[in-house]
């Protein structure tokens, strides 16, 4: 059983930025790949960036690519997404999101994930 806690969502305008947190507990942190996920509304939820169980490696969405950063400290059981030149259609709900499987090196698949966390909201207002 893993637990995941997001925040650090918020209300900002175009071209600023917000660092989003995702809180892990239950496993041992450093064994498992991470994921970010964003859902607008009425749309489906798709991938954002994933980093490997050591964060030696990442990816990203073509649409944040260059502007959002993932990354992960291990020795806090934390996960982060770094999100800069914000857009309007950033807006979203993101969720943070647990792959178990032993040292796995990201996902971009939903189904890849065995755990979610509850979601933070994002807003950017043009």
């Known amino acids: 059983q893993v637990q995941l806690v997001e925040s650090g969502g918020g209300l900002v305008q175009a071209g600023g930025s917000l660092r989003l947190s995702c809180a892990a507990s239950g496993r041992t942190f450093s064994r498992y790949a991470m994921g970010w996920f964003r859902q607008a509304p009425g749309k489906e939820r798709e991938f954002v960036a994933a980093?490997?169980?050591?964060?030696?490696?990442?990816e990203y969405a073509f649409s944040v690519k260059g502007r959002f950063t993932i990354s992960r400290d291990n020795a806090k059981n934390t996960v982060f997404l770094q999100m800069n030149s914000l857009k309007p259609e950033d807006t979203a709900d993101y969720y943070c999101?647990?792959?178990?499987?032993?040292?796995?090196?990201?996902?971009?698949?939903?189904?890849?994930?065995?755990?979610w966390g509850q979601g933070t909201q994002v807003t950017v207002s043009s």
């Open positions: 980093i490997s169980w050591g964060g030696q490696s990442t």
């Open positions: 999101a647990a792959d178990l499987r032993d040292y796995g090196l990201g996902c971009r698949t939903l189904a890849c994930y065995d755990y």
